[in-house]
């Protein structure tokens, strides 16, 4: 992707200079922002914004800006790293906050907007956090209009201009203009697009000429000239400056001028446009920009960038958020090549897959999990040795304490706990640096398939943290009667469904031997039928299969329907350890099998002991622990064997 004409020692394709804000965006659309009840949270503000709509297009980009000591500097910084952006340019501010955005959709033109910017951390962005050898470890760096509005930000823009333009990098102009940022307007006009301003204007003027690319809407390109009229602003800038220009035309795409401005507004070059239903216009010209810089500094034509441009405003526009909506490069690429039947881009559920998949928190090549979610079984060891059942819950806390100690920190380790008796397990669970936790929703042994607390199942999952899986058990067999199985199959039909509607992972368990016949074909039917009716978990956990074909049938079923999923967990069914290893072993030719999740094999001996009184709480951890590190051993030599 390197451009040969810029300077050889590039380490980063761009950096993004400005604002960086929490959006907190109001769920309840058609409604006023009075009346909005709920809101999403997202990384916001247009450089920010830009930094990870390039990270997900491919680029390699940095945000220079400022966030506050607190805890929305923080989700900024760490957001940022997920989306893999470079923060080295990130300056902690311990006297400012971090700036906020509400907004609320009441219609396809009205976006009630206030900016809670009064001093934050990102205006205090000064000279001296421009750092010259970051500055120029970057191709290109992106300024952005509302940074150019007070004395010490303009400063440190054009001090990052004139660093960039030395060692022969480019300047990319933003014009962002937001008239209440420059104080045109009062805070309940943050929705307001234009106000004319001669002051702006003469300001904006002098940047135009150090521009190597200058991307703006109608309005936008009008403030930046100081004209009235779209083509003499188009002149003027051309006047002052040899950038490329980019106008932004909102349904219609846009046009790109790299030469002389005719008297024809048509006569530049313009991408394939992209028609679909307006849902919410902000953010749409980030993800604009993040798709032409895509096209532009990865050598591409000026017509592809357009195209690249105006598809990801295309997904921004038809979405809620900013930054969350912009496309991964493979979701571009599947939408050029395939299109979308729908008008409004976030109902095609093709395509949201692929946004989903690709954008998911963070990578998992291996689990091996501690289960201890189990309810019914150890319920009945309560009963079995007159134990308190609120005793359970104390049981959990260890069992994760064992699990923490074999993980000692590192990643691939994880539990699977329930709700029922494992809140303070969770809590506990929390205190520990391993970081995979999944959450059952079943109803212990039912069969049809119903949900423990409610079968409202949207309505408790939203009060779940983001990282925590969705965790199903399904008793489902391809050869259950056919009312029995459409039964089962609409319920994790709705789960699946809840689950992509509130952003949590899931994690779908079939067990079918229990009720009919287990042979090479069962399950591969099974996971087939699921698929067939558009369910697309990111993990499934299966039981162990008596035969190497019977691994490469599911493999082929799960790698044909989604090649996005994560993979598959194995379960124990409280097998002996020596007959879990033969099963990791029976799994070496197959590379979707990610891991376990074993529960009784681990913890029924101590469960017994501990609650009957034979067993303190360090020594059933320490049984505990053992247990898992030898099935992890295990584990872990099934898989160098696979790799050799």
Same mark, same amino acid.
């Not at 809101?39 to 709509?53: E, L, M, R, T």
């Not at 496309?327 to 093709?350: I, M, V, W």
């Given at each position: 992707?390197?451009?040969?004409?810029?300077?050889?020692?590039?380490?980063?394709?761009?950096?993004?200079?400005?604002?960086?804000?929490?959006?907190?965006?109001?769920?309840?659309?058609?409604?006023?922002?009075?009346?909005?009840?709920?809101?999403?949270?997202?990384?916001?503000?247009?450089?920010?914004?830009?930094?990870?709509?390039?990270?997900?297009?491919?680029?390699?980009?940095?945000?220079?800006?400022?966030?506050?000591?607190?805890?929305?500097?923080?989700?900024?910084?760490?957001?940022?790293?997920?989306?893999?952006?470079? @923060?080295?340019?990130?300056?902690?501010?311990? &006297?400012? =906050?971090? %700036? /906020?955005?509400?907004?609320?959709?009441?219609? #396809?033109? $009205?976006?009630?907007?206030?900016?809670?910017?009064?001093?934050?951390?990102?205006?205090?962005?000064?000279?001296?956090?421009?750092?010259?050898?970051?500055?120029?470890?970057?191709?290109?760096?992106?300024?952005?209009?509302?940074?150019?509005?007070?004395?010490?930000?303009?400063?440190?823009?054009?001090?990052?201009?004139?660093?960039?333009?030395?060692?022969?990098?480019?300047?990319?102009?933003?014009?962002?203009?937001?008239?209440?940022?420059?104080?045109?307007?009062?805070?309940?006009?943050?929705?307001?697009?234009?106000?004319?301003?001669?002051?702006?204007?003469?300001?904006?003027?002098?940047?135009?000429?150090?521009?190597?690319?200058?991307?703006?809407?109608?309005?936008? @390109?009008?403030?930046?000239?100081?004209?009235? &009229?779209? =083509?003499? %602003? /188009?002149?003027?800038?051309?006047?002052?400056? #040899?950038? $490329?220009?980019?106008?932004?035309?909102?349904?219609?795409?846009?046009?790109?001028?790299?030469?002389?401005?005719?008297?024809?507004?048509?006569?530049?070059?313009?991408?394939?446009?992209?028609?679909?239903?307006?849902?919410?216009?902000?953010?749409?010209?980030?993800?604009?920009?993040?798709?032409?810089?895509?096209?532009?500094?990865?050598?591409?034509?000026?017509?592809?960038?357009?195209?690249?441009?105006?598809?990801?405003?295309?997904?921004?526009?038809?979405?809620?958020?900013?930054?969350?909506?912009?496309?991964?490069?493979?979701?571009?690429?599947?939408?050029?090549?395939?299109?979308?039947?729908?008008?409004?881009?976030?109902?095609?559920?093709?395509?949201?897959?692929?946004?989903?998949?690709?954008?998911?928190?963070? &990578?998992?090549?291996?689990?091996?999990?501690?289960?201890?979610?189990?309810?019914?079984?150890?319920?009945?060891?309560?009963?079995?040795?007159?134990?308190?059942?609120?005793?359970?819950?104390?049981?959990?806390?260890?069992?994760?304490?064992?699990?923490?100690?074999?993980?000692?920190?590192?990643?691939?380790?994880?539990?699977?706990?329930?709700?029922?008796?494992?809140?303070?397990?969770?809590?506990?669970?929390?205190?520990?640096?391993?970081?995979?936790?999944?959450?059952?929703?079943?109803?212990?042994?039912?069969?049809?398939?119903?949900?423990?607390?409610?079968?409202?199942?949207?309505?408790?999952?939203?009060?779940?943290?983001?990282?925590?899986?969705?965790?199903?058990?399904?008793?489902?067999?391809?050869?259950?009667?056919?009312?029995?199985?459409?039964?089962?199959?609409?319920?994790?039909?709705?789960?699946? &469904?809840?689950?992509?509607?509130?952003?949590?992972?899931?994690?779908?368990?079939?067990?079918?031997?229990?009720?009919?016949?287990?042979?090479?074909?069962?399950?591969?039917?099974?996971?087939?039928?699921?698929?067939?009716?558009?369910?697309?978990?990111?993990?499934?956990?299966?039981?162990?299969?008596?035969?190497?074909?019977?691994?490469?049938?599911?493999?082929?079923?799960?790698?044909?329907?989604?090649?996005?999923?994560?993979?598959?967990?194995?379960?124990?069914?409280?097998?002996?350890?020596?007959?879990?290893?033969?099963?990791?072993?029976?799994?070496?030719?197959?590379?979707?099998?990610?891991?376990?999740?074993?529960?009784?094999?681990?913890?029924?001996?101590?469960?017994?002991?501990?609650?009957?009184?034979?067993?303190?709480?360090?020594?059933?951890?320490?049984?505990?622990?053992?247990?898992?590190?030898?099935?992890?051993?295990?584990?872990?030599?099934?898989?160098?064997?696979?790799?050799?």
């Amino acid at each position: 992707m390197a451009d040969p004409n810029t300077q050889p020692t590039a380490q980063l394709d761009v950096i993004t200079i400005g604002r960086a804000s929490v959006d907190l965006y109001g769920q309840q659309t058609g409604s006023r922002l009075e009346d909005v009840a709920s809101f999403a949270k997202s990384v916001g503000g247009c450089p920010a914004n830009i930094a990870i709509g390039t990270a997900r297009l491919g680029l390699r980009s940095a945000l220079l800006t400022r966030v506050g000591d607190e805890h929305m500097g923080r989700y900024i910084s760490e957001q940022m790293r997920r989306e893999g952006v470079c @923060v080295d340019g990130l300056v902690t501010d311990k &006297e400012r =906050l971090t %700036a /906020l955005v509400l907004l609320s959709v009441e219609n #396809d033109r $009205t976006f009630p907007l206030i900016f809670y910017r009064e001093n934050c951390a990102d205006m205090a962005l000064v000279e001296d956090d421009i750092d010259p050898d970051f500055i120029r470890s970057a191709r290109a760096i992106v300024v952005t209009g509302t940074h150019f509005s007070r004395p010490s930000t303009d400063a440190a823009q054009r001090k990052a201009m004139r660093l960039i333009k030395e060692v022969g990098g480019k300047v990319v102009f933003d014009i962002d203009y937001r008239p209440n940022l420059w104080g045109l307007a009062g805070h309940a006009a943050g929705e307001s697009r234009y106000i004319a301003s001669d002051a702006v204007s003469n300001h904006l003027k002098g940047v135009l000429a150090d521009c190597d690319l200058i991307v703006g809407t109608e309005e936008e @390109v009008m403030i930046a000239s100081g004209e009235g &009229e779209l =083509l003499d %602003a /188009l002149k003027t800038i051309r006047a002052l400056s #040899d950038a $490329t220009i980019v106008l932004k035309r909102g349904p219609m795409g846009c046009i790109v001028y790299d030469g002389p401005i005719s008297d024809d507004l048509e006569a530049g070059i313009v991408g394939k446009g992209f028609p679909i239903e307006v849902y919410n216009v902000l953010g749409a010209g980030d993800a604009f920009m993040s798709g032409f810089l895509r096209g532009w500094l990865g050598g591409e034509s000026l017509a592809t960038s357009a195209t690249w441009a105006n598809a990801c405003g295309a997904f921004a526009v038809s979405r809620l958020l900013c930054s969350p909506e912009i496309p991964t490069f493979e979701e571009l690429q599947f939408f050029l090549s395939n299109g979308s039947k729908q008008h409004a881009l976030r109902k095609d559920e093709a395509i949201n897959h692929v946004h989903w998949a690709t954008t998911r928190r963070n &990578e998992i090549p291996s689990m091996m999990a501690l289960a201890c979610d189990h309810r019914s079984q150890l319920e009945d060891v309560a009963a079995r040795t007159g134990t308190d059942p609120a005793r359970i819950r104390d049981f959990k806390v260890l069992a994760v304490k064992a699990a923490a100690k074999v993980a000692g920190g590192r990643d691939g380790y994880g539990m699977l706990i329930d709700e029922k008796h494992g809140r303070e397990a969770m809590f506990e669970f929390a205190r520990h640096t391993f970081g995979w936790l999944g959450r059952p929703v079943e109803l212990p042994g039912s069969r049809p398939l119903r949900f423990e607390f409610s079968q409202d199942i949207g309505s408790q999952l939203v009060e779940w943290p983001l990282d925590h899986t969705i965790k199903c058990l399904c008793f489902y067999h391809p050869d259950d009667p056919a009312e029995l199985k459409a039964e089962q199959q609409q319920k994790l039909r709705t789960l699946f &469904e809840a689950a992509r509607k509130v952003g949590r992972e899931l994690l779908i368990e079939i067990i079918a031997g229990k009720h009919g016949k287990l042979d090479e074909d069962t399950i591969p039917r099974a996971l087939e039928e699921l698929y067939a009716i558009g369910i697309k978990p990111d993990w499934w956990k299966l039981e162990p299969q008596a035969s190497a074909g019977a691994w490469k049938k599911i493999e082929a079923v799960i790698t044909g329907n989604d090649p996005y999923c994560r993979g598959v967990v194995l379960l124990g069914l409280e097998a002996p350890l020596a007959e879990l290893e033969v099963a990791f072993a029976a799994t070496a030719d197959a590379s979707v099998v990610k891991g376990f999740a074993v529960g009784r094999s681990i913890f029924a001996y101590a469960a017994e002991e501990w609650m009957a009184g034979r067993m303190n709480d360090q020594a059933a951890v320490d049984d505990m622990a053992q247990r898992f590190e030898q099935l992890t051993k295990a584990w872990l030599a099934a898989r160098d064997s696979r790799a050799a």
